[in-house]
């Protein structure tokens, strides 16, 4: 979707680095997310964001912090990465009451 | 404990036959339902939604069916394409809240051709 990009696509890094992915949109969406998308597990959400500033914890946030200092950025952080993080992780967008649109998603590896 | 499931991993049509993609959810709060596209390396794709207030909703080739009593949605295609080989995800909302989804864990369709 060219509304919505995330960077980087691929990285791979080591455990106890910190690690910070960023999604990109230009669509002035409200809503924010961060999912990740794990084999048997379908894709579970980490964090969201409902405005600026305001973000709130998903099913699987240990981890995991995020922040939203402008409408069109939402960064996650893996403070100290484990292996157990090693997944591909998606950022969506959404107005309210409209269906979410996913960027192409960020394949994290951590050795 | 998940919420929304899709018992079926896979699934093989031929090219023009119909594809039934299942769905079932165990929280009666959800009031709004999804089906999404993936394709490898690339995001899910939205496709088709349905609130709880209604029981079908068609658009072109895709049609999505909720029955409400029996905690229970369907996908069908007709007729299948080669093109529409992918995982299908399915999602359930409770909209009043924050719009957060839960997703299933996907069919892999493949059409036959």
């Known amino acids: 979707d060219a509304g919505i990009t995330q960077s980087p696509r691929h990285k791979v890094t080591e455990t106890g680095t910190p690690v910070t992915l960023r999604c990109h949109q230009t669509?002035?969406?409200?809503?924010m997310y961060w999912y990740r998308q794990d084999p048997g597990h379908g894709l579970r959400l980490i964090h969201y964001?409902?405005?600026?500033?305001?973000?709130d914890k998903g099913e699987v946030s240990d981890g995991y912090s995020v922040s939203r200092s402008k409408t069109e950025d939402f960064l996650l952080t893996l403070e100290s990465a484990t292996s157990s993080q090693t997944s591909v992780y998606f950022c969506?967008?959404?107005?309210?009451?409209?269906?979410?649109?996913f960027g192409d998603g960020t394949r994290l590896s951590i050795l | 404990d998940q919420q929304v499931k899709q018992n079926s991993p896979s699934l093989s049509v031929q090219e023009g036959r119909i594809s039934i993609l299942n769905c079932d959810y165990t929280?009666?709060?959800?009031?709004?339902f999804l089906w999404y596209k993936k394709y490898p390396a690339e995001g899910p794709t939205f496709l088709i939604s349905?609130?709880?207030?209604?029981d079908k909703n068609e658009d072109g080739r895709f049609t999505v069916f909720l029955n409400k009593s029996a905690k229970h949605l369907s996908l069908h295609i007709v007729p299948s394409q080669p093109g529409d080989s992918a995982v299908y995800l399915c999602?359930?909302?409770?909209?009043?809240?924050?719009?957060?989804?839960?997703f299933g864990t996907g069919t892999r369709l493949k059409v036959l051709a």
């Open positions: 349905i609130s709880s207030i209604k």
């Open positions: 969506a967008i959404s107005d309210p009451q409209a269906p979410q649109h």
């Open positions: 929280n009666s709060m959800f009031d709004y």
């Open positions: 964001s409902y405005g600026v500033k305001d973000t």
């Open positions: 999602a359930a909302s409770a909209r009043s809240g924050t719009y957060k989804y839960i």
């Open positions: 669509e002035n969406h409200r809503y």
